[in-house]
């Protein structure tokens, strides 16, 4: 794969949509001149059949490996080409569309032959990107072990079935073995179930009995580490002071949450007022209690409005049993009319058979407990009524428990105050979708009852089966755009593991101070923002370097006019933008070209600084709205590197506004045209970066600070907003102290060392002080030039008494 | 190879091509509106209509759809043609009057005014279903569908509430021919959840 890069280029007319507009003969004859494009033609639709019939045929003639198309979105057209052109060995990556006629032709009104320069600058920079573009080995993931299935949840069960029915060995950790007590518990997660215990008992037999199935009999889950394939794990057992290790492919979690007892303030006592979850107990094992039964379904009152069916249904089921068991028993149950009842119709008939009656009250009007009354009104006629009853039945509390909170820690997880445990927000690839009910099931997850938490696992069992099956037979690939984390360069900081928002980044193994970080790439959803806060360089993004970027930000600048700027825009906005930009014929200012990033989060500051080393007078980087982001944060990430970049540049003495920050939505294609005609306004008066050996010179210091000052990047990284943090960083007290204290000062020294470096480098000779401090024109450098010694950067000499420092080889 | 004529001119075009594509290899212009490359084609708008002759006998096809065949006779701007174009053009401009890129596409043929009823003077969209299409073949997803049946349909996510499954990539603006999908896209796709809280010890 790593062979030399051999880039063809072909151009779209698009019927007439691209051709009078843009001049493709004289582009054509632009791009065949470029060395390193092998092969250039222009074609009538190169997407059709006989236009990719025909590049296939040139690819094979001229041995391109690399092939950037020239036509209309990349983002609807790229996955035809990658279809049609993955036989003959273009992954991922290896083609890259430039969008000709909606980031060029259709938007602006300059002529065709100014069109064809500016499409040659941007096919120039996508070639130049093709150039240092070594594609990675297809990976495939490994699913050796067996999954395990952990939580302890009731749906473990019908996982466990449904992967041994598959013929896959699956481990399933059960802290409670017994059948018996399996099913006497299953009231406190789900009430009313119990004319299901008969099926559920042969259920939990026939996994107990399966021979596909090891149990790890009570035992508790204490660690997890590991990617997708090869996991590792530990439990705790009871009685047992070792702790036992077990390799694992897949984690199925089920989790149950253990309901809780109504507030005080409902009248609840344990006595005469129950929860659900209590007297079903009672009902059951023991005698079924005479007199008046009312079952108030109180949990619109209790704000979990959305579990109030579940608890009607085990009211009803509770209800139905005492009313057929028992002559003296009388059940009502008292329910909010905002709820549409979980009956059919024969159950009501039953009810009503049974003499089992369901009141609805208004919701206005809160029902109250008296000594032996309930009052509630009516609905309608809002008059209030009395109910004699002896014993009040209230609904359970849905909250996580400590337990589950425990658990879903191990694993991981999050989750949002008070609702359910949750992977993650991020849903950028299709694959992400169906992602949860591939791994988790349970009450702790969704609200459901046994039989949904039921199926919810047999459905997890069902989907990892599918995946170890995949990944057996050698089908499964992790996707190309994923973070890889070196392990030499890795000094196990976290900060990646902080930022991370799809839960990719772990720990390899052991303890977290010392053992370098590991990126699962069935989970890393290439964002990229733990690549570009990586303070030691340690992340890339495989086949999306920052190195690509870099070359291609640079080859543009290159090319540039003085006040033309160069844009990054955000593929899930600003590129969209852009693209509806094209497609509904809208006129802006053609002085900003465009390059798209899957997130404005993954541009490192090195990408910014180099455009500017290479000539940009200007970089304009626009992003989605904030909190719009796909990527959890990646705006606000990308504001903070700008925000460095600023202030490095007043530092230097640039202009700040040469950098820009801009926010678009796909929709507002028009807002995005306002965005470039603005900026390329403030570039036009500004007037390109002055060309100077001093200009040129602290341009590279910026570069090189930004790119290799493990401090600034390091106090960088820590700055940034975090996946979980709900306001931004910018809201909080101290900050401003924060930003002009401590990060600026210490951007200051690094800045005035940055710069010796570059003299160093540059000039390759021998200094004195003295020339130092008037080339930099600063009046002390004692400190920088002795930390640079320190560092290695640079050595000392004496000549006559005074001290001579040269760079160290 | 496979050789066939359109417009009386020799075309040859690989086998599995269709009509369509080739006319377009060879410049000759046929108005399409649910056609997109990037994905499979449909023929619902009809729009792309030719006339195949045999002899005395002819029939119109939908050329964004029809494989070329050798020797067939393929005629893009016959009296027959024009005739079930201006039809068309009429019946789209009575459906979505508002869609400006319609009405440009019809008076460039000659149509400019409609003789059936107009319902809604801001309908967009002609439900050719193109961005339900890319929404599935090239996103990977079906956050949108079209919706109900009959003189009812439309185009939406389930339920038409806002989609968990969209993942707001913008494809089915991009890709829609009648600018009708810009108003619909902010009743499907969803905010990002961002209040997330660590678990904590």
């Known amino acids: 794969m790593n062979e030399i890069s051999k880039t063809g280029v072909f151009l779209c007319k698009c019927g007439k949509k691209i051709e009078p507009l843009v001049d493709l003969p004289a582009l054509e004859k632009k791009l065949t001149a470029e060395s390193n494009i092998i092969y250039c033609e222009t074609l009538p639709y190169p997407c059709l059949t006989p236009g990719l019939n025909h590049i296939i045929s040139k690819i094979r003639e001229n041995n391109l490996n690399r092939l950037v198309i020239a036509g209309c979105e990349g983002r609807l057209m790229l996955k035809k080409f990658e279809k049609a052109l993955i036989s003959e060995g273009f992954n991922k990556g290896q083609i890259d569309v430039v969008n000709l006629r909606d980031h060029v032709a259709n938007v602006s009104d300059i002529t065709p032959e100014e069109k064809s320069d500016k499409g040659a600058k941007l096919i120039k920079a996508a070639v130049a990107e093709m150039e240092v573009f070594t594609p990675c080995d297809q990976e495939t993931v490994n699913m050796d072990a067996p999954p395990v299935i952990v939580g302890g949840g009731i749906a473990s069960f019908s996982a466990a079935k449904e992967l041994s029915r598959q013929g896959i060995d699956s481990l399933l950790s059960l802290e409670e073995t017994d059948t018996d007590s399996i099913l006497n518990n299953v009231c406190k997660f789900f009430p009313g179930e119990r004319p299901n215990y008969s099926r559920l008992e042969k259920l939990i037999k026939e996994v107990k009995n399966s021979s596909h199935v090891t149990i790890i009999p009570k035992s508790k889950l204490s660690k997890v580490s590991g990617i997708t394939g090869i996991y590792s794990l530990s439990f705790t057992v009871d009685n047992e002071p070792d ?13 149950d949450r253990e309901l809780s007892a109504p507030e005080k303030k409902f009248g609840y006592d344990g006595a005469t007022v129950l929860c659900q979850t209590d007297f079903e107990d009672i009902v059951w094992n023991k005698l079924i209690p005479k007199g008046n039964t009312v079952f108030w379904i109180n949990d619109y009152e209790s704000d979990q409005g959305k579990f109030a069916q579940l608890s009607a249904r085990s009211a009803w089921v509770t209800g139905k049993h005492m009313m057929e068991k028992s002559q003296d028993s009388k059940v009502v149950i008292l329910y909010n009319e905002q709820m549409p009842l979980p009956l059919s119709a024969q159950e009501r008939a039953l009810s009503r058979k049974l003499g089992l009656s369901l009141i609805s009250y208004d919701k206005s009007i809160k029902p109250v407990l008296q000594t032996d009354y309930i009052n509630f009104g009516t609905v309608n006629d809002r008059l209030e009524h009395e109910l004699p009853w002896d014993r009040i039945i209230l609904s359970p509390v849905h909250k996580t428990d400590k337990k589950t909170i425990e658990t879903g820690r191990i694993l991981g997880l999050v989750y949002a105050e008070n609702d359910f445990l949750n992977t993650d927000h991020v849903r950028v690839r299709p694959e992400m979708i169906g992602h949860k009910e591939t791994y988790f099931a349970g009450s702790a997850f969704y609200p459901c009852n046994l039989e949904t938490a039921l199926s919810q696992g047999r459905k997890a069992g069902r989907k990892n089966g599918e995946l170890v099956k995949k990944a057996q037979g050698g089908k499964l690939f992790p996707p190309r755009f994923v973070s890889f984390i070196d392990p030499d360069k890795c000094v196990s900081c976290g900060q990646c593991q902080a930022l991370c928002d799809c839960n990719a980044i772990s720990i390899a193994d052991g303890d977290g101070a ?9 989970l890393c959803t290439g964002g990229g923002t733990c690549a570009a806060a990586c303070p030691y360089q340690a992340i890339t993004i495989k086949n999306n370097t920052n190195e690509q970027r870099e070359t291609r930000a640079a080859s543009l600048s290159n090319q540039m006019a003085d006040d033309e700027f160069v844009t990054f825009a955000c593929s899930w906005s600003a590129l969209p933008a852009a693209d509806n930009a ?6 802006y200012d053609h002085k900003g070209h ?7 989060g993954l541009i490192d500051a090195s990408v910014m600084a180099k455009a500017f080393v290479e000539g940009a007078p200007g970089v304009l980087i626009v992003g989605c709205v904030p909190e719009d982001c796909h990527h959890s944060f990646g705006v606000d990430h990308a504001w903070s590197r700008i925000n460095l970049m600023k202030k490095l540049f007043s530092l230097c003495g640039f202009e700040r506004q040469r950098i820009a920050f801009a926010h678009s939505d796909l929709n507002r294609p028009e807002e995005f045209a306002n965005t470039m005609g603005s900026f390329s306004k403030t570039v036009a008066s ?4 002055e060309n100077t050996p001093e200009n040129k010179a602290k341009l590279k210091s910026i570069y090189r600070l930004v790119k290799y000052n493990s401090r600034i990047r390091l106090l960088l990284s820590a ?10 960083k910018g809201d909080q007290e101290y900050t401003l102290a924060y930003d002009r204290e401590d990060f600026t000062e210490a951007l200051k020294e690094e800045l005035i060392k940055a710069r010796l470096e570059e003299i160093f480098v540059t000039e390759k000779r021998s200094f004195n002080i003295k020339e130092l401090k008037e080339t930099l024109s600063e009046d002390s450098l004692i400190e920088q030039l002795d930390e640079l010694d320190l560092e290695g950067v640079i050595t000392h000499s004496y000549k006559e008494g005074i001290p001579f420092y040269t760079l160290c080889n | 190879m496979i050789k066939f004529n359109i417009n009386d001119t020799e075309v040859e075009v690989e086998p599995g091509c269709t009509v369509l594509e080739a006319a377009r290899q060879y410049g000759i212009e046929i108005p399409t509106l649910c056609y997109h490359e990037s994905v499979a084609p449909s023929g619902a708008c009809r729009l792309c209509m030719v006339e195949l002759k045999d002899g005395n006998w002819s029939k119109l096809v939908a050329s964004c759809i029809y494989p070329a065949a050798e020797g067939i006779n393929i005629y893009t701007e016959t009296e027959r043609v024009h005739n079930v174009r201006k039809w068309l053009f009429e019946m789209l401009l009575s459906k979505c009057p508002g869609s400006n890129e319609i009405k440009e596409m019809a008076s460039k043929y000659g149509v400019t005014s409609t003789q059936f009823p107009i319902e809604n003077t801001d309908e967009k969209c002609m439900l050719c279903g193109l961005c339900t299409r890319v929404c599935e073949e090239v996103v990977g997803l079906s956050a949108i569908s079209i919706v109900d049946r009959g003189v009812h349909k439309k185009i939406g996510s389930p339920f038409l509430v806002p989609s968990d499954v969209c993942v707001a990539c913008g494809c089915c603006v991009t890709i829609c021919p009648t600018g009708a999908m810009s108003a619909r896209i902010d009743a499907v796709r969803r905010t990002p959840d961002v209040t997330l809280t660590p678990l904590a010890l």
Request: hydrophobic share 40%.
């Open chain 1, 243 to 255: 702790i036992q290790k077990y390799e694992a492919s897949t984690i199925i979690t089920c989790i």
């Open chain 1, 514 to 522: 010392i053992s370098p970080r590991i990126v699962d790439p069935m």
């Open chain 1, 582 to 587: 094209g497609v509904r014929n809208l006129k």
């Open chain 1, 594 to 600: 465009i390059i798209g990033v899957p997130c404005v």
């Open chain 1, 686 to 689: 500004l007037g390109p970066i």
């Open chain 1, 719 to 728: 700055g940034l907003r975090r996946p979980w943090e709900t306001t931004y």
